[in-house]
């Protein structure tokens, strides 16, 4: 939502009780709540922060805009969870209160040291004429979730970058800190610079390189970097802004994409035995995913279900954004995959088997199997009149794809309203989360994910198998 600046970047004691009343209540008016995502409580959510494993539970904070549907004045708000499934929000803020983050806590990570949890973040600073210096900066955070910020800026803006220069990821690799940086060069393309932990203090870094992924360089911008490891091969995963669509097939206003290397240099930056960039999602809207090796081995991923610069039909209920479920990365014969944690089962009502329904809670899983040489038009947010969402599969062709037209309140459309993948020709297996205006789709256990908010109309809350050959359950989510 276009909203004006002196209102996006009013000072948060300026708003008054009666203003975040006035939009507590019209966010409890929307009809398309989720019930097993993470939203914010009002205003913008965008950005997964600080995702990370400290004092024995998981912490996820988001980037946030408290006071209506727009990027604004933003804070990461904080939340945990024991089992990744069910999420507490917390009253632990990092706030935009330091003259080194006037303008936005802006993204970025967090790490255990010792008995506190650092947070690694852009502070976006403006002067008077608007002129903007982003600041890498540090907090540490207390087992009871009070925040003390460091000082000292840990990271000013080096010469060859223009002001698109954030969203640091710590993350340790053979014992030492490191921390890689989105960035555009002064010929305006993105880049992603590598940092190391001076002595393995954190707040002392040093330049190491650039990183150097075999990138070709036809983004402006890169947000969002993360280097993770997946059973023992680095995955970088960003967020290219203005990549050209011949490098890569997307239709989405940015793409999120990843490529698989077999080793990591730390002392040159070099990425080395990349596969080719691809994309990470192929729904309408999955961006700014964060991801982070967890203490037990596991992988962690989390997506914002939105993207920049849209308008969202939620908007007019002074909110907008969501986040995914969190996925677990594998790698596995090469081939990537994203799957749901397994607790998320733990949600499952009884299974009902496969069959059409009238009406739904919208708020189900699909397991289901489509055998291969069969074509099935599906149609989810069905209404009376054969409007829904379509999901086509055909295991003749090897396609998949998503078709949301006719499904509920229509917008971004100059994106186009249908999204595909390839998907192999044998048997395909799908799990579809649908969460009131969520829809995610994993496809043979993830090795394809399509992730996407559907705003359904009055009656939009059927399932009806159009055509084809389908079996599986149907389970209701207890939330
Ligand atoms: C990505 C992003 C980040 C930035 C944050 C600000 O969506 O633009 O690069 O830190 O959002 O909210």
């Not at 903007?132 to 900066?137: D, F, G, H, M, N």
């Not at 060069?185 to 990183?211: C, E, P, R, S, T």
């Not at 949301?404 to 994106?415: D, F, L, N, V, W």
């Amino acid at each position: 939502m276009d909203l004006p600046k002196a209102i996006r970047y009013r000072p948060y004691k300026e708003w008054g009780t009666k203003d975040y009343q006035a939009i507590t209540k019209r966010v409890a008016q929307s009809p398309w709540r989720s019930h097993f995502h993470i939203e914010a409580k009002t205003g913008l959510l965008n950005d997964p922060n600080g995702f990370s494993y400290f004092d024995g539970c998981y912490h996820l904070f988001y980037q946030n805009w408290p006071y209506g549907a727009a990027h604004g004045l933003k804070q990461w708000v904080h939340t945990t969870s024991t089992d990744l499934v069910h999420f507490t929000e917390t009253e632990t803020r990092l706030l935009p209160d330091h003259a080194h983050d006037s303008h936005g806590a802006y993204s970025g990570s967090a790490y255990a040291i010792d008995d506190k949890l650092f947070l690694f973040y852009t502070g976006n600073v403006r002067d008077n004429n608007w002129i903007r210096t982003p600041l890498q900066v540090g907090a540490w955070m207390d087992k009871k979730g009070r925040i003390e910020k460091l000082p000292r800026v840990l990271i000013e803006q080096p010469d060859d970058v223009t002001e698109h220069f954030r969203d640091p990821q710590i993350f340790p690799y053979q014992g030492q800190f490191y921390a890689i940086i989105g960035a555009q060069d002064l010929n305006q393309n993105g880049k992603i610079k590598l940092y190391k932990a001076v002595d393995n203090h954190v707040d002392n870094w040093q330049f190491v390189a650039n990183l150097d992924f075999d990138g070709s360089g036809t983004e402006y911008m890169i947000e969002c970097p993360n280097l993770i490891f997946v059973d023992n091969k680095p995955v970088l995963i960003f967020s290219p802004q203005g990549l050209s669509k011949s490098e890569l097939d997307y239709q989405n206003i940015y793409p999120n994409t990843y490529k698989i290397f077999e080793h990591f240099n730390p002392e040159t930056g070099q990425l080395l035995g990349g596969g080719p960039l691809q994309n990470l999602d192929f729904g309408f809207e999955a961006y700014a995913t964060q991801a982070f090796n967890s203490p037990d081995g596991r992988a962690l991923a989390v997506s914002w279900i939105g993207l920049p610069d849209i308008d969202y039909p939620t908007d007019t209920y002074d909110y907008q954004g969501a986040l995914s479920l969190i996925k677990e990365l594998r790698i596995k014969d090469g081939q990537f995959y994203q799957s749901p944690v397994a607790a998320l089962r733990n949600l499952r009502g009884q299974a009902e088997p496969f069959q059409n329904k009238d009406i739904t809670a919208n708020c189900y899983e699909l397991e289901l199997t489509i055998p291969s040489q069969e074509k099935v038009d599906l149609l989810l947010f069905a209404d009376q009149h054969h409007n829904g969402l379509k999901l086509s599969v055909d295991t003749n062709q090897g396609q998949l794809s998503i078709d949301r037209s006719k499904a509920g309140i229509q917008y971004a459309q100059e994106y186009g309203t249908k999204r595909s993948c390839q998907i192999s020709t044998d048997h395909v297996t799908l799990n579809i989360y649908v969460d009131n205006s969520i829809l995610e789709i994993f496809i043979n256990q993830g090795q394809k994910v399509l992730t996407s908010r559907i705003f359904p109309t009055e009656g939009q809350n059927g399932i009806r198998l159009l055509e084809g050959r389908v079996s599986g359950h149907y389970y209701e989510m207890r939330y």
